[in-house]
């Protein structure tokens, strides 16, 4: 058991050593966060205002309030943010934890042979941008966080309509924290249908869901050094397969031809798991990468206009903290169908299933 949580848990080492030298930031663009919400007597205490606090175009009260108690404790010190970004990484893994039933006392070959890829893929070390710089992490994986909350309730949760308003009130918590949660109500949309949720569990959803676009677009405003929306439908797709390849390559041909094989073995996954009538365990994991998937064709409309090539961010290393959610998907997806097929593992098996998760370490 010893070895399975070290092979859980070890990728996040790579941060937690280095977390001390991260340090204290004199200024930062995210401290213009807070310039909006203070007022002569202090921080304004107004719901409203509070609620149209934004970082760009992103709504961001749940990391403003984080930014604040963290400046009256620390005097502003980074660390406290960082730390703050590991924890949100931390509670993904749990809640995936769950999703695959892992026992904290008797790990199963399954967990052997997932847990551990799931774990390196959410602390990869290409985001390192949003750890080091607590900051941004602060914003982009609170709402992964809750993005990954609000399918465990709506689609592992129990069939009755306390599941739906949990998944209702941790998306709505979700939309104040970055604009990533936009993508996240299709998608649970899409999970109620084929769950064939009953009214009490999806209407809440859908009520929440129109909340959040009404009021975000409702107030939108474009930020000025924004540039045009793309609207190519090529070049939105070419920007998506780099978004998602960048995880593992910086290489902007070699991210596209990875990036879009991804996607063709995410189609290929739906179409696997419905045909062996499998798609009731891997829903929440295919939900998740669309999820990304989702997050990654949006910021190819808004982003890809700041280059000429229309990849000039793409590989930005903040990114890769939704990327990765993608290829979770996929690596659980695949893992329902493998533990479906050798529904018995012999010892061999199990032993194939530690090499594995120890050559994944290496």
């Known amino acids: 058991m010893a070895l399975f949580w070290g092979l859980v848990l070890g990728p996040s080492a790579y941060y937690l050593v280095q977390l001390p030298n991260f340090g204290r930031l004199p200024y930062n663009d995210y401290y213009n966060v807070l310039y909006d919400l203070t007022t002569e007597d202090g921080f304004s205490r107004q719901a409203s205002t509070w609620l149209t606090v934004r970082s760009n175009e992103h709504r961001v009260a749940i990391p403003a309030a984080i930014y604040l108690v963290n400046y009256w404790l620390t005097q502003g010190d980074n660390r406290g943010h960082s730390v703050v970004t590991l924890l949100c990484i931390f509670g993904i893994l749990f809640l995936l934890a769950r999703w695959l039933g892992t026992r904290g006392r008797e790990p199963r ?72 949660n936009l993508m996240l109500w299709p998608v649970l949309g899409l999970g109620c249908w084929l769950r064939r949720a009953a009214p009490r569990r999806w209407i809440p959803v859908v009520v929440a869901g129109a909340t959040v676009y009404g009021y975000y677009f409702g107030t939108y405003d474009k ?140």
Request: charge should be positive; hydrophobic fraction near 55%.
């Open 223 to 362: 930020p000025s050094v924004a540039p045009p929306f793309e609207t190519g439908p090529l070049a939105i797709v070419r920007y998506g397969c780099a978004y998602l390849g960048g995880l593992l390559s910086d290489v902007a041909p070699v991210a596209i031809a990875l990036g879009a094989l991804g996607v063709v073995g995410y189609a290929g996954l739906w179409w696997l798991v419905v045909r062996r009538g499998r798609l009731a365990e891997a829903l929440p994991w295919l939900l998740l990468a669309l999820y990304s998937l989702g997050n990654a064709m949006g910021t190819g409309v808004g982003r890809s206009g700041f280059s000429k090539s229309g990849l000039g961010m793409v590989f930005s290393s903040r990114y890769a903290n939704l990327s990765c959610l993608f290829w979770v998907g996929l690596v659980g997806a695949t893992g329902v169908l493998v533990t479906a097929a050798w529904p018995q593992w012999s010892a061999r098996g199990r032993r194939v299933s530690v090499v594995a998760s120890l050559l994944a370490a290496a």
């Open 109 to 180: 070959p399954r967990d052997w042979l997932l847990l551990p890829f799931v774990a390196l893929l959410l602390f990869n070390p290409v985001q390192s941008h949003n750890i080091v710089l607590g900051f941004s992490g602060v914003m982009w994986l609170s709402s992964n966080l809750f993005a990954v909350a609000t399918l465990t309730a709506l689609v592992r949760g129990a069939r009755d309509g306390r599941s739906g308003m949990a998944a209702a009130g941790l998306g709505l918590a979700g939309s104040v924290c970055y604009s990533s």
